[in-house]
């Protein structure tokens, strides 16, 4: 049963151009939506979140964007830079549980 | 100011074995999280500790997984009568405490059962 899916496994983009990754959920008490970057070899860190109660958090060249009644968010990575090539999980969480979609890995060509 | 740390690293075990794979978190932080990514998935939650108690145990795949937390701190997952299909990285992440929020996540150990 997943609860929180990532439907393209990869996405391409050139340097300066916008990224956009995409996130459904199912379950509408999660209540907090994380973004988790994701290098080889290592564990996934922590990149950006948002609350439900907000329907935009930027930080830096990073948005996301949630869509309660869609269901939906995204992440909008603007410039991308060649060092954002990774793979990004999304995440969504209601008190202690959090789901983890299976992620897109980004690649930035230069 | 360590971060999270897991052993070992790597793991090759023989279907059947046993193996136990350790968890030490950030220094302070209450909750403990046990995930597994196997090949081309995303991360499945496996436990979760608040403390050295485990509210929830409902994501372990089966009664061979079991999983303890000792003193508030460390934590072991251990894995009875390896399976292959137990072949995946296993992440260990730590936070301040519920509500989930942003979690510290280890290297993870590759388990790999022959």
């Known amino acids: 049963d997943q609860q929180v899916k990532q439907n393209s496994p990869s996405l391409s983009v050139q340097e300066g151009r916008i990224s956009i990754l995409n996130c459904d959920y199912t379950n509408s008490m999660f209540d907090y939506f994380l973004w988790y970057k994701k290098y080889p070899a290592e564990g996934p860190t922590f990149l950006i979140s948002i609350s439900s109660i907000k329907d935009k958090n930027e930080d830096g060249r990073f948005t996301v964007f949630l869509n309660k009644s869609a269901k939906h968010l995204s992440l909008h990575i603007v410039p991308s830079q060649p060092g954002d090539s990774a793979v990004y999980f999304c995440a969504a969480s209601a008190s202690y549980d959090m789901r983890f979609g299976a992620g897109t890995r980004l690649t930035v060509k230069p | 100011g360590a971060g999270v740390s897991q052993s070992p690293s790597n793991k090759v075990t023989e279907k059947g074995k046993d193996v136990e794979l350790r968890c030490d978190p950030i220094s302070g932080h209450t909750a403990l999280y046990w995930y597994r990514q196997s090949l081309g998935q995303g991360l499945e939650f496996l436990i979760y500790f608040q403390g050295n108690s485990a509210p929830d145990k409902s994501g372990l795949p089966s009664d061979r997984f079991s999983a303890e937390r000792t003193g508030g701190s460390v934590s072991t997952l251990t894995i009875q009568r390896t399976q292959q299909e137990d072949s995946a990285v296993y992440l260990c992440?730590?936070?301040?405490?519920?509500?989930?929020?942003?979690?510290?996540f280890g290297p993870g150990t590759r388990l790999t059962v022959l």
């Open positions: 992440a730590s936070s301040l405490g519920p509500p989930a929020g942003k979690q510290y």
